[in-house]
């Protein structure tokens, strides 16, 4: 027996450096008429001294350069711990490309709260936070992801405490609070309004990252175009929310720095060195209105998906409590409906708000900041 598992051992090793040696030749260019191998490879630069130590065992001739975004080298990701967490959910789209900025850390906090608003109940929030804790005793192996749970969690409570909604039941309605208290929370109308400036406060931020990327890259004034868009969707929000608040006045100030604004997206739209063509492609960009209006409506589906989902949770406790009015078990069927009902309307919702979130990152978030990805 011995000497058969040693005859298979001794096999496999040898099978196993054939291999080696075949998928060495096929990741490798021949040269001199096959006398020469040259493998090109791509190792993080931290890496370095292992690498080189590595090939001087061999005794084989390298080369080590920096590379290049020509090269396509292959993306590595760091981030903090925080930002860590959401990498799965950016790689369901695409990585960054080489040299492009990554902006994991950037839609992580957002998609926390774009989490939380569209899930839209405390009661449900603590269910994720306190069940993904447990988990994490049994579960070790899935702990980062376990971690985002808690934090979805975690966003969720944050969120809904705005209109105070807890398993389908708002606080101000429940509890015995003063008018000053109740008035602290939020109305629908305010919750929708609420996700519009959430989401126009995303579009500045990734129109910054944007700025910022260009001026850093390229020069200056390749950032005015963005900054421009920043300066006019301020300027716009505040000129319609003066429409709605008497006591909101706008200085004529503002309106001349809009129309500075309007200027650089005109005059900064393009690089071309000819008036003319830097004048109408200037005129052209200008349709990018259309563009972030429709962005910013899309953020309502924030109000939508969690105001469907506190309703939902409101039915359930409706027909619960409708239960009570059976004879001697009436209790028990109250209890089971709560339960399995707001199990439901949890799964449903988490759902929603999985995926929504990450929609408003993909396209409205990912676009503004001119994310070209394919790393």
Same mark, same amino acid.
């Given at each position: 027996?011995f000497s058969?598992a040693?005859?298979?051992?001794q096999?496999?090793?040898?099978?196993s450096?054939?291999?080696?040696l075949?998928? #060495?030749?096929?990741?490798?260019?021949?040269?001199?008429?096959?006398?020469?191998?040259i493998?090109?490879?791509?190792a993080?630069?931290?890496n370095?001294?292992?690498?080189?130590?590595?090939?001087?065992?061999?005794?084989?001739?390298?080369?080590?350069?920096?590379?290049?975004?020509?090269d396509?080298?292959?993306?590595k990701?760091?981030?903090?711990f925080?930002?860590?967490?959401?990498? =799965?959910?950016?790689e369901?789209?695409?990585?960054?490309?080489?040299?492009?900025?990554?902006?994991? =850390?950037?839609?992580? &906090?957002?998609?926390?709260l774009?989490?939380?608003?569209?899930?839209?109940?405390? !009661?449900? !929030?603590?269910?994720l936070?306190?069940?993904? %804790?447990?988990?994490?005793?049994?579960?070790?192996?899935?702990r /980062?992801?376990?971690?985002?749970?808690?934090?979805l969690?975690?966003?969720?409570?944050l969120?809904a #405490?705005? =209109?105070?909604?807890i398993?389908?039941?708002?606080?101000?309605?429940? *509890? &015995?609070?003063s008018?000053? @208290?109740?008035?602290?929370?939020?109305?629908?109308l305010?919750?929708f309004?609420? #996700?519009?400036?959430?989401?126009?406060f995303?579009?500045?931020?990734?129109? *910054?990252? /944007?700025?910022?990327?260009?001026?850093?890259?390229?020069?200056?004034?390749?950032?005015?175009?963005?900054?421009?868009?920043?300066?006019?969707?301020?300027?716009?929000?505040?000129?319609?929310?003066?429409?709605?608040?008497?006591?909101?006045?706008? &200085?004529q100030?503002?309106n001349y720095v %809009?129309?500075?604004?309007?200027?650089m997206?005109?005059?900064?739209?393009?690089?071309?060195?000819?008036?003319?063509?830097?004048?109408?492609?200037?005129?052209?960009?200008?349709y990018h209105?259309?563009?972030?209006?429709?962005?910013?409506?899309?953020?309502?589906?924030?109000?939508?998906?969690?105001?469907?989902?506190?309703?939902?949770?409101?039915v359930? /406790?409706?027909?619960?409590?409708?239960?009570?009015?059976? =004879?001697?078990?009436?209790?028990?069927?109250?209890? @089971?409906m709560?339960?399995?009902?707001?199990? #439901?309307?949890?799964?449903?919702?988490?759902?929603?708000?999985?995926?929504?979130p990450?929609r408003?990152?993909f396209? +409205?978030?990912?676009? /503004?900041? +001119?994310?070209?990805?394919?790393?």
């Amino acid at each position: 027996l011995f000497s058969k598992a040693g005859t298979i051992s001794q096999k496999q090793n040898q099978i196993s450096q054939e291999l080696d040696l075949y998928l #060495a030749s096929k990741s490798s260019s021949s040269q001199a008429e096959g006398h020469i191998a040259i493998l090109t490879g791509f190792a993080p630069t931290e890496n370095r001294a292992n690498v080189t130590n590595f090939i001087d065992s061999t005794g084989a001739y390298y080369i080590i350069d920096q590379a290049k975004e020509e090269d396509n080298p292959p993306v590595k990701l760091k981030n903090g711990f925080f930002s860590r967490l959401y990498e =799965p959910i950016g790689e369901l789209y695409m990585l960054p490309k080489y040299g492009e900025r990554d902006l994991t =850390p950037y839609f992580a &906090p957002f998609y926390m709260l774009f989490f939380g608003l569209c899930l839209g109940d405390m !009661g449900y !929030g603590l269910v994720l936070l306190i069940g993904a %804790a447990l988990a994490k005793l049994k579960f070790k192996e899935y702990r /980062n992801y376990l971690t985002l749970i808690q934090f979805l969690g975690l966003g969720a409570v944050l969120m809904a #405490a705005l =209109p105070g909604v807890i398993f389908g039941t708002k606080i101000n309605e429940i *509890l &015995p609070l003063s008018d000053n @208290i109740k008035n602290i929370f939020f109305s629908d109308l305010k919750m929708f309004w609420f #996700a519009i400036i959430f989401g126009l406060f995303q579009i500045i931020v990734a129109k *910054l990252i /944007n700025a910022i990327d260009l001026i850093k890259n390229k020069g200056l004034t390749y950032g005015f175009n963005s900054i421009g868009w920043i300066i006019l969707i301020i300027w716009g929000g505040f000129k319609y929310a003066s429409t709605m608040v008497d006591s909101l006045n706008i &200085p004529q100030f503002y309106n001349y720095v %809009a129309l500075a604004a309007l200027l650089m997206i005109v005059l900064f739209s393009s690089d071309s060195k000819n008036p003319f063509a830097r004048l109408g492609m200037g005129a052209i960009a200008l349709y990018h209105v259309t563009s972030i209006f429709g962005d910013m409506l899309s953020y309502i589906r924030l109000f939508g998906l969690g105001t469907a989902g506190a309703i939902l949770g409101m039915v359930v /406790n409706s027909v619960a409590l409708s239960m009570t009015g059976i =004879p001697y078990v009436g209790w028990i069927f109250t209890i @089971i409906m709560l339960l399995f009902g707001h199990v #439901a309307v949890l799964l449903l919702s988490s759902l929603g708000a999985f995926v929504h979130p990450m929609r408003l990152t993909f396209v +409205e978030f990912y676009k /503004n900041a +001119e994310f070209s990805g394919g790393g």
